[in-house]
C-alpha cells in the first residue's frame, strides 16, 4: 500500500529538516577549532533559518497540486525512503560523530553528506508541490547546491596547507 504525502505534510517535513539543519550545524560550529570553518558553519545556521521562513510562505499554496495517479505509488516510495532516511537525523546530530568533530576536516565532511542528503530531498518535492512552489524549491536546491560547493571548495583549501 502507498503511503501519500500531502504537499503541506512534505513542506513540513522541510522545515524540521531545517530546524535539524540549525542544531547540527550549531553542534558542528562549537566543536570545530578552526575559525574559517566555525564562521562558515554559522553562516549555514543562519541560512537554514532562512530557509524555515520560505517553507513557511510556501504552506498555503502547497496542497494546491495533486500528484498524477500514474505514477503516486512509485514516488509515494521514493519519498518514504528519503524521509526514513533524513537528512539531519536526531542520531546524526547528537552521535558521537557530531559532536566529536574534532577536526574541521571529519566536521566538513558530516556536512558536505547533509548538504548532499537535502539536495536529494527537495529534488524529490518538486514533483509534488504547485508549480508555483517548484520556482521556490529551485532556489533553495540552488542554495544547498552553492553549500555543498563552498564546503567542498573550503575541505580543499584546508587540506592543501
Known amino acids: 500500500m502507498a503511503i501519500s504525502f500531502s504537499g503541506s505534510e512534505l513542506v513540513d517535513i522541510a522545515i524540521g529538516i531545517e530546524k535539524d539543519g540549525i542544531a547540527f550545524y550549531d553542534v558542528l560550529a562549537r566543536s570545530t577549532e578552526n575559525a574559517v570553518t566555525r564562521e562558515f558553519f554559522q553562516y549555514l545556521v543562519d541560512?537554514?533559518?532562512?530557509?524555515?521562513?520560505?517553507?513557511?510562505?510556501?504552506?498555503?499554496?502547497?496542497?494546491?497540486?495533486?500528484?498524477?495517479?500514474s505514477y503516486a505509488q512509485e514516488y509515494d516510495a521514493y519519498l518514504r525512503a528519503l524521509v526514513n532516511s533524513f537528512v539531519f537525523t536526531k542520531e546524526k546530530i547528537s552521535s558521537v560523530e557530531a559532536t566529536d568533530a574534532d577536526n574541521y576536516i571529519q566536521a566538513l565532511e558530516l556536512a558536505i553528506g547533509a548538504e548532499k542528503d537535502s539536495i536529494l530531498f527537495y529534488t524529490g518535492m518538486k514533483e509534488i508541490l504547485s508549480p508555483g512552489a517548484k520556482e521556490t524549491l529551485d532556489k533553495i536546491i540552488a542554495e544547498e547546491k552553492s553549500h555543498l560547493k563552498k564546503l567542498s571548495d573550503l575541505k580543499k583549501k584546508l587540506t592543501s596547507i
Open 47 to 69: 541560512t537554514e533559518r532562512d530557509h524555515i521562513k520560505i517553507f513557511q510562505g510556501m504552506l498555503a499554496e502547497a496542497d494546491t497540486w495533486q500528484m498524477p495517479a
